[in-house]
């Protein structure tokens, strides 16, 4: 069957075949974002030393977070407009081989080097495969079709935010830390044989321009701007050159890029819909949301495991609550938002945030876990009464013909958000924890020179590594620092959700004044307007 009569065939009756090429696009999208949540378990056996780890400060798993998470978001639009112009079969199928040669980069890295980069190379290779899984869905589906396929595609993010720690924990307590992204090598051979034998090839008659200025100005400056946000926290002196040099020129070259934007008639971000004040109301909301969760998941990771002492596998556990929230409250939430209007939920969900996130001061080193696990479920209910509302208003505040484009911001400023969480907040923990341990450090242990005192003092991963050493080498004395780590670090996590909790409280007043009370339509059809908001809200 030829591509051209696929397309046509689609068009009114849908492909065939087309509930098994949805299950390849399922396993393609389930790569991409599994690979983010198993990570978040493996963070605290990578920080660790040789053989087991790979020694990796604190400032090291944020890059491998945040190297991925800032090349997937640049590269989202460029992506999408090669796979409209040159293919989306094509460029998924490609995607999906990058991803998994990468994956295997990642699982074998030798370096907390290698391992950014190979983490890079996979945000390279995931941009390619979401933004054509939707385009291919509308293809191959007919019309009516369209929103139970677009609903199981979906539903498949939620198994993977929920078995992914499991399955990571499970991999890490049998097997070496590179396990966790070996998973994704398996998936990502049935999705290429599923596509390469069934996908029909489709392309945009009309495709856009591609605008690689702007993406290098776009990703150098977000990169310059989390490196001088790192490196705060890795030296702990926001007066170093290289600190505030960094930040300040990745503020000129996104003012660059932002500029650029403008005077471009095909812009990589079209920065001309954030004149629209519901539009960026929602987005923001859309970015802070994401700023908590991926910010909090960050070192709640530590926690569970460095404080309280969990194996992987059972910080994964401890994660679900969070994850089965998101599941069952996320399809809830557009019946309530066409009950009680965008503004009233998103803000509603919003302040449940601030809420969990200030609750997390009852957690503390020797607190019951069911405290935990309340405010968890708690948060992810929370987070799941945001989105819906936030990219109904994402959608309904443009023309039908940009729909697209809307969501595509939709998706990048999602990334950028949940990349400034990671550097945002976990700056904010280590320089709490360095100042709480620093002295008490350099008290106990007389041998470290004042360099050694700063980096065993960034992290308390560090801080125990230092501890067992010491031990080993027959300075029992050390010992008295394992219990005031557990104290700073509960006391730098404290810090950190109170900080969040803030975020999302100025959040909430700028969707209360910003974000329609009622949903309007873009076309003129407010049912029309909620479906193809609920459709994107994947």
């Excluded at 933004?131 to 869905?137: D, G, N, Q, R």
Aim: hydrophobic share 50%; aromatic share 8%; glycine share 10%.
């Amino acid at each position: 069957m030829s591509d051209a009569h696929d397309a046509d065939y689609s068009e009114h009756t849908g492909h065939p075949r087309r509930w098994i090429i949805l299950g390849g696009l399922v396993f393609s999208l389930l790569v991409v974002v599994l690979d983010n949540t198993v990570l978040n378990v493996a963070l605290k056996t990578m920080s660790e030393p040789k053989p087991k780890g790979l020694g990796a400060s604190q400032s090291d798993l944020e890059w491998a977070i945040n190297s991925y998470t800032l090349i997937f978001a640049g590269l989202l639009f460029t992506w999408g407009i090669l796979a409209d112009r040159l293919g989306r079969k094509r460029i998924l199928m490609l995607g999906m081989v990058l991803f998994g040669i990468s994956s295997l980069l990642t699982a074998y890295a030798q370096s907390p080097g290698e391992l950014i980069a190979a983490r890079a190379a996979m945000g390279f290779s995931g941009a390619a495969i979401m933004p054509s899984t939707l385009a291919i869905i509308a293809n191959v589906f007919p019309r009516h079709e369209q929103g139970k396929a677009i609903g199981i595609w979906s539903g498949s993010v939620g198994l993977a935010i929920a078995i992914g720690p499991v399955v990571g924990g499970a991999l890490l307590n049998n097997f070496w830390w590179g396990s966790v992204f070996l998973i994704n090598v398996p998936i990502t051979v049935i999705a290429f044989v599923v596509m390469l034998i069934l996908l029909p090839e489709s392309k945009n008659p009309k495709p856009g321009r591609l605008d690689p200025l702007g993406v290098v100005l776009e990703m150098a400056g977000l990169v310059l701007f989390v490196y001088g946000i790192i490196h705060a926290g890795d030296t702990g002196d926001w007066g170093n050159v290289t600190v505030w040099g960094s930040i300040a020129l990745g503020v000129l070259l996104m003012a660059g890029f932002v500029l650029w934007e403008l005077r471009n008639d095909h812009p990589a971000l079209d920065v001309r819909l954030f004149s629209n004040r519901r539009f960026s109301a929602a987005v923001i909301a859309v970015a802070l949301t994401f700023f908590a969760m991926m910010g909090g998941m960050f070192f709640f990771s530590f926690y569970l495991q460095s404080v309280r002492g969990y194996s992987p596998l059972m910080s994964g556990v401890f994660m679900l609550p969070f994850a089965a929230a998101m599941v069952v409250f996320s399809p809830l939430s557009a019946g309530m938002v066409k009950r009680f209007g965008p503004r009233a939920v998103a803000v509603t969900g919003l302040v449940c945030i601030a809420v969990a996130m200030a609750c997390y001061q009852f957690v503390t080193e020797s607190s019951s876990m069911w405290i935990y696990l309340l405010i968890a479920f708690i948060q992810g209910a929370a987070m799941a009464n945001v989105m819906p509302p936030a990219t109904t208003t994402v959608m309904t505040s443009l023309p039908r013909q940009i729909a697209g484009v809307g969501s595509s911001v939709n998706n990048t400023v999602r990334q950028l958000g949940g990349a400034l969480g990671v550097a945002v907040l976990g700056t904010i923990l280590t320089t709490a924890y360095r100042g709480r341990m620093q002295p008490l450090i350099g008290t106990v242990t007389s041998q470290l020179s004042p360099d050694q005192v700063h980096s065993v003092s960034g992290s308390i991963e560090a801080t125990q590594e230092m501890v067992a050493g010491a031990t080993a080498a027959g300075h029992p004395q050390a010992q008295q620092l394992l219990k005031p780590a557990n104290e700073a670090f509960v006391h730098a996590m404290h810090v950190t959700t109170v900080t969040g909790a803030g975020v999302m409280l100025l959040t909430a007043l700028v969707v209360w004044l910003w974000l329609p009370k009622h949903v309007p339509s873009a076309s003129g059809d407010p049912m029309d307007a909620m479906t193809r908001a609920e459709s994107v809200a994947a």
